[in-house]
């Protein structure tokens, strides 16, 4: 693998958007925009992203609040968003990833933005991990999921904690029937017992079992190799 590299993908309103790349061996069989909250990337983040890498996807991740430093996390949504992700869609289709072999990856208010971008965007798949903002939005920008989620034009796989204070059982269930509604593939999860982020244990390792995190892990893997083709 070519390991981690920066680069920037041109934007019309800003100098670009700084993107953390990793590519695989070979050829890439398509690409996957990781959504996240800061310009941090935690260890078990990097390690799922060279994994994806490992598996054939180039794996793009953009800063998603370069255009103010970080300082209102609000950037994450609206236009903002939709400009950034274009950009790394054109990133990718430029070194000859095909449109429909895109994909995008959030967690938490980054997987509300991934939900948000496949409403809005023809992508090939998405994947959200507790995505808050179900029954009202998180910010004015933003959509409540349960009325943008029959909106979606991709596959979407959400992946929540059962017991987690933020995304409460009764709301995932409205959000699992709304989904329901979209002209596309949709499957919500739920891991009882766990609180949050079903897909490593960097939250409360005491709340999750390493059952749960390799169910996980595993249908994130075979919902990109499911439906980007």
């Known amino acids: 693998m070519s390991g981690v590299y ?10 670009g958007v700084p993107l953390t790349v990793i ?3 070979d050829h890439a069989r398509g690409g996957i925009v990781v959504l996240h909250e800061s310009r941090e990337f935690t260890d078990p983040l ?3 992203m060279r ?11 953009p800063d998603l609040f370069h255009r103010d430093n970080g300082s209102s996390p609000e950037k994450v949504f609206g236009a903002d968003l939709f400009a950034d992700f274009d950009a790394c869609f054109e990133w990718l289709t430029q070194r000859g990833v095909f449109p429909d072999c895109v994909g995008v990856l959030g967690f938490d208010s980054a997987g509300t933005a991934a939900l948000l971008v496949a409403t809005n965007r023809a992508i090939g798949a998405a994947v959200s ?5 179900i029954d009202d939005p998180l910010t004015p920008r933003a959509d409540a999921l349960v009325h943008a989620a029959p909106k979606l034009q991709a596959p979407w796989l959400g992946l929540y904690g059962a017991d987690d204070p933020i995304t409460p059982v009764e709301q995932i269930e ?7 509604c979209a002209a596309v593939a949709t499957l919500v999860v739920t891991y009882p017992g766990l609180h949050h982020r079903p ?3 960097g939250f409360d390792p005491a709340t999750i079992d390493d059952d749960s995190v390799i169910d996980a892990q595993t249908r994130i893997f075979d919902w990109f190799d499911s439906h980007l083709r």
Not at 51 to 61: M, N, P, R, Y
Not at 129 to 133: E, F, L, M, V, Y
Not at 174 to 180: E, G, N, P, Q, Y
């Open 129 to 133: 991990i507790a995505a808050p903002g």
């Open 174 to 180: 409205r959000l699992r029937d709304a989904a329901a």
């Open 199 to 201: 897909d490593h244990p």
């Open 51 to 61: 994994s994806l890498a490992a598996d054939g996807w180039t794996v793009v991740a």
């Open 46 to 48: 990097l390690e799922l």
């Open 6 to 15: 920066r680069d920037l993908a041109p934007v019309h309103d800003t100098a």
């Open 23 to 25: 590519e695989p061996d």
